[in-house]
């Protein structure tokens, strides 16, 4: 396949670009807020699809057609069909965009299946792209990619270029919310809660496990504008990896701040962050906290024995010697708390390609624990229902064989008048159990605050 790349000029704000295209279904937008100079330069919004994959429950459908084999093998055929070359300095210029539940590691691994699923959406839903819009947020520069498989490369490019320049720049006005939290449902009550957290410790103690990540999940009704909620997020809670995704049936509203899995010139990296602290009131009060997490031997080991399963995982389709721990306990700083995070790369060896790099490392080890199959299993037995979309991942797969995938936090997925969110920690023989319940509300703070009415 050949792409044409084709600069264009525009005034509009990223945010503002994707408000051009919002209405049509299918059209997503891979949206970094921050860290422009590392690992946030590029966004990105796909139009024009011209393949829709979606898989639940072992079944594939291609444009609403069941097709034989798996997701893998599917998808593998799809970047093998439409194979590039990327001679640019852009990571992605074409591609697929979509998610990967939390939920597909059952085609992975044999999993127990007690929680209830009952917010029924596709395991893997794709699309790709005949066109691409293309951010760099760094040199405030706007591109624009197109494969020609719709209509011609150049047609769909000025129509395009035609649309941004007739989209609107927008004020935008932020609203201050009051958090009313008796409108937000959980599926523990406090007391269940720290009985699973009990629960997870007594697994330790027993030898199952050495860490966990626990979830609850919030629900709420709602029925306001979808991208306006999104908009509201990203100027409270702005992240490197956030997405807005208006799909068939359902919206997603995203900002994580996690890398799950990067793969780019057989270069594989995966960034997991554990260990959490509240934002202080004021800069002393910030600086304790921050010095507190750094402190934390809890937070360290738990750190460390997720990075110890990420280069395991990536030890599978990477070369003898080269996973290397490059970063280790660094701080990262967000609207309302503070994070500890490691990064981990490798070379991919010559037989493996992104998708086996995915189906190796998936789902992401920092928000199952260690190790990820026995921890997958208790979190089947204490989360009683499925989490679906929460702790999946979002993000693109190029038809030069790359990919870069957060981990789906800080997430409100949004269907048929009601919103949900997940919130979670890792556990360990250590957990005090009234701190993890306190951490996961403030983890869900943001997204309380978008979905409140702003009302006392």
């Known amino acids: 396949m050949k792409v044409i790349l084709e600069k264009i000029v525009t005034k509009l704000e990223p945010f503002e670009l994707y408000s051009v295209f919002k209405e049509e279904i299918n059209t997503v937008f891979l949206d970094s807020g921050r ?13 024009n699809p011209f393949i829709t994959i979606k898989e639940k429950a ?55 299946s007690n929680a209830l699923d009952d917010v029924i959406i596709p ?3 794709y699309n790709f792209y005949d066109n691409l819009i293309i951010i760099d947020n760094l040199k405030k520069q706007t591109f624009v990619s197109a494969l020609g498989i719709l209509n011609g490369a150049m047609e769909s490019i000025e129509d395009i270029r035609i649309k941004i320049r007739n989209g609107k720049e927008v004020e935008y006005k932020s609203v201050t919310k009051i958090i009313k939290k008796e409108n937000f449902k959980s599926n523990f009550t406090k007391e269940k809660y720290l009985e699973a957290v009990d629960k997870v410790i007594n697994y330790i103690k027993n030898g199952d496990i050495y860490v966990m990540n626990l979830t609850q999940r919030f629900h709420c009704d709602y029925i306001g504008d979808s991208y306006e909620l999104y908009k509201d997020l990203r100027n409270i809670s702005p992240a490197p990896f956030s997405a ?34 509240p934002r202080g009131t004021d800069p002393e ?9 750094k402190n934390s031997e809890k937070e360290k080991s738990e750190l460390l024995m997720i990075v110890d399963l990420e280069r395991n995982d990536l030890s599978k389709v990477c070369q003898p010697n080269s996973v290397k721990v490059t970063e280790l306990y660094k701080i990262e700083t967000y609207s309302t708390v503070h994070h500890l995070v490691a ?27 260690a190790p990820k199959i026995r921890s997958m299993e208790i979190i089947e037995e204490l989360e009683d229902v499925r989490r679906n979309l929460y702790t999946g991942c979002i993000g693109y797969l190029g038809f030069d064989e790359s990919t870069d995938l957060n981990i789906v936090i800080r997430t409100i997925h949004l269907k048929q008048g009601k919103a949900y969110f997940g919130v979670g920690g890792g556990i360990t023989y250590e957990s005090e159990r009234e701190f993890e319940y306190e951490e996961t509300l403030q983890k869900g703070i943001a997204l309380m605050r978008v979905l409140s009415n702003g009302e006392d």
């Open 35 to 47: 860290d422009y100079e590392i690992i946030g330069r590029y966004s990105f919004i796909g139009v």
């Open 58 to 112: 072992g079944i594939v459908w291609i444009d609403g057609v069941e097709v034989k084999g798996d997701i893998f093998y599917n998808l593998q055929k799809i970047l093998q069909k439409y194979k590039i070359e990327n001679y640019t300095e852009i990571p992605f210029i074409a591609g697929g965009i979509g998610y990967l539940a939390y939920d597909l590691g059952r085609e992975i691994e044999v999993l127990p």
């Open 123 to 125: 395991q893997v839903y």
């Open 244 to 277: 807005y995704m208006k799909l068939e049936g359902f919206e997603i509203a995203c900002s994580s701040p996690e890398r799950f899995l990067n793969v780019a010139n057989k270069i594989a990296n995966t960034r997991p962050i554990k260990g959490t602290r």
């Open 285 to 293: 009060q910030d600086d304790l906290l921050i010095q507190e997490l």
């Open 343 to 369: 990064n981990i790369t490798g070379r991919l060896k010559d037989q493996y390609n992104v998708i086996d790099c995915i189906k190796a490392c998936f789902p992401g080890g920092s928000i199952t624990g």
